[in-house]
């Protein structure tokens, strides 16, 4: 009796331990191409006015740049416009404009403006996740003065109602994020909804090592695994009918089953060891996942280790310079804007800068832009605070 329960309990055992093995196989080769199906989103075609400059794109979100502009189209009347939501997860400046750009009997071009510092609501002006803005007021520079004017905001229903604005028939060609162009400003924006339906931000795949790539590698490398790992079930079911055999004559067989045990305990080891390459070569394979989407730009430049650092922490009364390192290192053409507080020091244009004497406490950083690779690239430096 005590013989067939010791190979009751190692029959479960190795069957276990074996069908893990497979099923950790079957989740690294079948995890990346879940993703790429969960990727998909709802798209809309593109709309930017031609003389406004383009955001720049990262993984899944956009850098708006002083006059940057960039919608979507949508055609939709205005009363079928709803859950209007963005998040500016950060700005030197003010936050960048939600806009309609419509066109009614009345007018043929309009664009209806919601921003942040307008609102009854005390909202941040910078930054902030903004949500429900066909709830809040909007103006648009079609009326001069009175209702529906910068001065005077109004709710969107107001627009489309011909008692209000006067206007019949109002269309919305697209949704637009505009940021304004009275100052120096960088603003992160990291979600765009429309109708309660996020947008795709940025770049989702830019590098020449696409998710093809990595389904093949993933295969080449665990196909042989799961070939070793089939083999070793096989010797061990071999094992137990090898030992079912043997319990007949069990008082003479005692050192051979012995052995057997031992040899099926090495194999479970083997299939432990087996099970940790998997694992291992599953987390290489999500590194090389997030490596390729958060190191290359739009254009497919690696930026990865790019960086604008200043030279020393800030003094007031000293210069200070900034030290580019990595791709922009190379740059040729470049040029500079030095900032006091989150706001652009006038005529402070060169490498270095003298923190004036007043300024102790307060921030430094600079801005460096220039051309590297016949590609142009805009960056901002790290902040701290002049001593």
Do not use: C
Not at 165 to 173: D, H, I, K, L, P
């Amino acid at each position: 009796m005590k013989i067939v329960a010791n190979r009751a309990t190692r029959r479960s055992r190795t069957t276990r331990v074996a069908t893990a093995a497979v099923a950790v196989l079957a989740i690294a080769a079948t995890g990346l191409s879940v993703q790429a199906a969960n990727a998909a989103d709802v798209s809309f075609p593109v709309y930017d006015e031609t003389d406004s400059p383009n955001p720049h794109g990262l993984t899944n979100a956009l850098v708006f740049y002083k006059a940057a502009d960039l919608g979507w189209v949508v055609n939709a009347p205005i009363a079928d416009v709803d859950s209007l939501a963005y998040t500016v997860a950060q700005s030197t400046s003010y936050a960048p404009s939600f806009q309609l750009v419509t066109k009614s009997d009345q007018k043929s071009y309009a664009r209806l403006v919601w921003e942040p510092y307008v609102q009854e609501d005390e909202l941040d002006p910078n930054a902030g996740a903004y949500t429900d803005l066909e709830d809040g007021l909007w103006w648009t520079n079609k009326i001069a003065s009175g209702p529906g004017s910068q001065a005077s905001p109004q709710p969107l229903s107001f627009f489309g109602d011909p008692n209000g604005a006067g206007w019949t028939n109002v269309v919305v060609g697209a949704i637009d994020i505009h940021q304004g162009n009275s100052t120096e400003s960088t603003s992160t924006v990291t979600k765009v909804s429309y109708n309660g339906t996020d947008i795709p931000l940025g770049t989702t795949d830019t590098t020449p090592f696409d998710q093809a790539d990595l389904d093949a590698a993933v295969g080449t490398a665990t196909a042989p695994l799961a070939t070793e790992v089939t083999d070793l079930q096989g010797q061990v079911e071999t094992k137990d009918a090898t030992i079912a055999a043997l319990e007949a004559d069990a008082d003479a067989k005692d050192a051979t089953i012995a052995g057997l045990q031992s040899q099926i305990a090495a194999k479970n080891a083997t299939i432990t060891s087996l099970q940790s390459k998997v694992s291992t070569l599953t987390s290489q394979v999500s590194s090389l996942t997030a490596y390729k989407n958060t190191h290359h730009t739009a254009d497919g430049t690696f930026i990865g280790w790019s960086r604008a650092l200043l030279s020393t922490t800030p003094v007031a009364g000293r210069a200070v310079g900034v030290t580019k390192q990595g791709t922009i290192a190379d740059a040729t053409s470049v040029k500079y804007q030095w900032y006091l507080s989150g706001k652009p020091v006038a005529g402070a244009t060169k490498s270095t800068y003298t923190v004036p004497s007043s300024a102790k406490g307060k921030s430094v950083s600079v801005k460096v832009w220039g051309t590297v690779k016949y590609v142009q690239f805009s960056i901002h430096s790290n902040t701290a605070a002049a001593k």
